[in-house]
């Protein structure tokens, strides 16, 4: 092993130079040719942010200082400017506590274990930090390791590393865990809010401003803002079912979006409501166009307070419980935006259309409900897949030898790689997997995205000897990253079929070896 580290350690600096310059993710240019790098916090300018690498000493070996530096270079160019701040700060933070801890010596990435990432963690959480110093540290190692694949950089420690649990700051652990008092409300619990709702419980202020929030997942201040022209009422004549003629009433709330704390108004923009939402905000008095739609809110001086207040008596006066918890339903005005963001990403919404529907002008914001809503799935899908795996085979195809001079008869044999170009953690020459059987004079070339959708498509004829083991060894590295690592938004949706038709294959493989061997 001490062999093996000092092979490491006298790998090159020079293969891992820093560039001059930089255009981060807002376009400006970032000298990094000096100890101090320094940008603007915001595209609009404002603040500087300065990096002084000076203060980090000499406690990096020269090659795992140019690592975490190459780090910082990619976070500059896809990273807001406070998250390279904050990531800059964590390595500051972990040269500390490896100093203290390791009686001065420097740090090596190649020196780096489980123990290290486990007490680190628990450093954090006896911090402010609670945990978010050894995510954004874990982070660093994953992109080093999937990625870059840095030799000192080592698969299995990550495999470890993504299995602890780090706890985050509050909305961090209230969203992923799905925290029954403080994370997002389960479908129960909405079913439960509705029904309190439709039965008319409280006062209709308050019904109101629980079914804005239910729908919209807006800040309640935002809320107070709104002015009696920002509600519109569409009307459409319908022809029914039976032949008879109706109304369809729809609604649209102009929202404003407002920026950081204080509260500037950056836009206004429309979104649907429901219909129970828009009748009876339609029916509350309103003196006046110009006249706020919710004056209540405007009475106090902290709207949040007053919504905060309205939402705890609706929930105690219509006696609403949680099945969770089995105590009166704790409605914060947060839970409700934690709940539509999880609840879409559960839907299948992309990260995009979740910061729309939040307001967020940052992606990474949104990566929380993502996994919220993958851990969501992890926990039904081991209830449901041992009876629906029987049922839905994703393995479509056949399984030829490779030298079937015909695998689809009147079809000349195309030869499927197992490369993908568009694929970091694939793309470099594994050999052939099979043959395709689509007719390109008849049907033109596939659309999809080969080899991934090769192994989800009836006309692909798999090689009984392909390296299939290997296509979904290196899928599998890029569900590790858990983002996308290709600029084509249809390959991870597959990643998951993919690699269960792919382990349907390997056991229809297997089945007829086994059944070649008893014959």
């Given at each position: 092993?001490?062999?093996?580290?000092?092979?490491?350690?006298?790998?090159?600096?020079?293969?891992?130079?820093?560039?001059?310059y930089v255009i981060s993710r807002d376009g400006t240019r970032v000298d990094l040719t000096s100890t101090i790098w320094r940008f603007s916090a915001k595209a609009e300018g404002g603040s500087t942010i300065s990096l002084n690498f000076g203060l980090w000493g000499n406690r990096l070996a020269p090659r795992a200082e140019a690592q975490a530096k190459l780090h910082l270079v990619h976070l500059l160019e896809t990273r807001a400017a406070w998250t390279v701040r904050n990531v800059f700060e964590?390595?500051?933070?972990?040269?500390?506590?490896?100093?203290?801890?390791?009686?001065?010596?420097?740090?090596?990435?190649s020196h780096i274990d489980e123990a290290d990432f486990r007490a680190f963690l628990a450093h954090g959480m006896r911090s402010s930090d609670a945990g978010n110093d050894f995510s954004r540290l874990r982070s660093f190692y994953r992109w080093g390791t999937v990625v870059k694949e840095w030799p000192?950089?080592?698969h299995n420690l990550l495999r470890v590393v993504e299995s602890i649990r780090a706890s985050g700051n509050e909305k961090g652990r209230s969203v992923d865990s799905w925290d029954p008092?403080?994370?997002?409300?389960?479908?129960?619990?909405?079913?439960?809010?509705?029904?309190?709702?439709?039965?008319?419980?409280?006062?209709p202020e308050q019904r109101v401003v629980v079914r804005l929030l239910l729908d919209l997942g807006v800040r309640p201040?935002?809320?107070?803002l709104l002015r009696n022209q920002h509600l519109k009422r569409h009307s459409a004549k319908i022809v029914l079912a039976n032949g008879t003629s109706g109304e369809r009433i729809d609604y649209h709330l102009k929202i404003p979006k407002l920026k950081g704390r204080t509260a500037q108004i950056v836009k206004w923009k429309w979104r649907p409501i429901s219909t129970e939402a828009g009748d009876w905000l339609w029916a509350?008095?309103?003196e006046e166009t110009e006249g706020?739609?919710?004056?209540?809110?405007?009475?106090?001086?902290?709207?949040e307070m007053k919504v905060a207040a309205q939402l705890k008596q609706w929930a105690r006066s219509a006696g609403l419980r949680s099945h969770r918890t089995g105590e009166i339903m704790n409605l914060a005005p947060r839970r409700f935006r934690y709940t539509l963001a999880t609840h879409m990403a559960i839907e299948g919404a992309s990260r995009e259309q979740i910061a729309e529907a939040l307001d967020h002008t940052d992606l990474q914001n949104v990566e929380i409900y993502i996994q919220a809503a993958a851990n969501f799935m992890n926990d039904v899908t081991p209830a449901v897949d041992h009876a629906l795996t029987p049922l839905v085979r994703r393995f479509l195809g056949k399984v030829v030898d490779r030298d079937n001079p015909e695998p689809f008869e009147g079809i000349p044999k195309r030869v499927v790689p197992g490369s993908a170009p568009f694929l970091p953690v694939l793309n470099q020459?594994?050999?052939?997997?099979?043959?395709?059987?689509r007719d390109i004079r008849k049907d033109g070339l596939c659309r999809l995205a080969p080899p991934l959708s090769c192994y989800l498509c009836d006309r692909f004829a798999a090689f009984i000897d392909a390296p299939h083991a290997r296509v979904a060894d290196q899928l599998e590295k890029m569900v590790l990253m858990k983002a996308n690592t290709t600029s084509d938004q249809r390959i991870p949706l597959q990643v998951e079929s993919v690699l269960k038709a792919i382990a349907q294959l390997r056991a229809q493989i297997a089945a007829e070896a086994e059944s070649e061997g008893d014959a």
């Open positions: 092993m001490n062999n093996q580290i000092a092979r490491r350690q006298e790998l090159p600096v020079e293969a891992l130079k820093i560039p001059e964590m390595f500051g933070r972990l040269l500390n506590w490896w100093a203290a801890d390791k009686g001065g010596s420097r740090l090596d990435w000192e950089f080592r008092v403080q994370g997002p409300f389960d479908q129960d619990e909405i079913d439960a809010i509705v029904a309190k709702l439709n039965a008319a419980h409280g006062t201040l935002a809320l107070s509350l008095p309103r706020y739609l919710l004056p209540w809110l405007r009475t106090v001086r902290r709207p020459p594994i050999g052939s997997i099979g043959v395709c059987g």
